[in-house]
């Protein structure tokens, strides 16, 4: 009996612990978690990528105040209204997501990665992507995306025309105050570095 109780004891999930952290965008917070979300960097910035791909971003977007989720390995990165107070709404959204998390429930639905990879390889196989262009996402996968996504943004390289460097940036990164440095000083220098090609960024609102 002893020992039957003791094993049901060890299969008790360990509680999810949640806490928030800055970025320099005062309206966008990280909510970061005991356990992996997905594994890697979801942009669910649009309520319809979220309705397609995430239930869990979906049922976010229902609080009145959010405007825009970013899921990133353990955390979410929320963009919320600028009317609204992160002091008056940051405990609900916590415990949201704990009790979200709690009950099992999907977060990224199966196919997202692989339609992300498929996606690239459809312009790569239709000369929509040549090296050059293949060169400079793959800087921005691994030089560039690390480190805004630090700070609870995200990155999306759209395209390459006569030396000018389209991304997108969007999460904490996108408004913020800082975003003009971020793209200047940061994506430009770090490209024109390593890709001699590249004179500029420039970045797409998606307005």
């Known amino acids: ?3 039957i109780k003791k094993k ?13 952290e800055q970025t320099p ?6 909510f970061v978690t005991s356990r992996i979300l997905f594994e890697g960097m979801g942009d669910f910035s649009s309520i319809e ?8 971003a979906t049922e976010l977007y229902k609080f009145p105040y959010v405007k825009s989720v970013v899921i990133n390995k353990n955390f979410v990165s929320i ?25 099992g429930k999907v977060i990224v639905k199966e196919g997202y ?8 390889q459809r312009k790569k196989e239709s000369g929509e992507v040549g090296d050059i262009e293949e060169r400079i996402a793959e800087i921005i996968d691994q ?3 690390p480190w805004i996504e630090q700070d609870g943004g995200g990155i999306e390289y759209l395209g390459f025309d006569n030396g000018i460097v389209t991304v997108r940036l969007y999460g904490a990164c996108s408004t913020c105050s800082s975003a003009t440095v971020t793209l200047k000083a940061g994506v430009e220098q770090i490209l024109k570095s390593m890709v001699p090609d590249v004179k500029e960024v420039e970045q797409d609102f998606g307005y």
Not at 49 to 56: G, L, N, V
């Open 79 to 103: 963009d919320k209204d600028p009317n609204a107070n992160w002091r008056e709404i940051m405990f609900e959204i916590k415990d949201f997501i704990k009790n979200y998390l709690e009950e």
């Open 143 to 145: 030089h560039v995306k």
């Open 8 to 20: 049901e004891k060890e299969k008790k999930p360990a509680p999810i612990l949640i806490y928030t």
């Open 49 to 56: 990528m979220a309705e397609e791909w995430s239930p869990f």
């Open 113 to 120: 990665k692989e339609m992300l990879e498929a996606e690239w």
């Open 1 to 3: 009996m002893f020992n």
């Open 25 to 30: 965008n005062p309206d966008t917070l990280k």
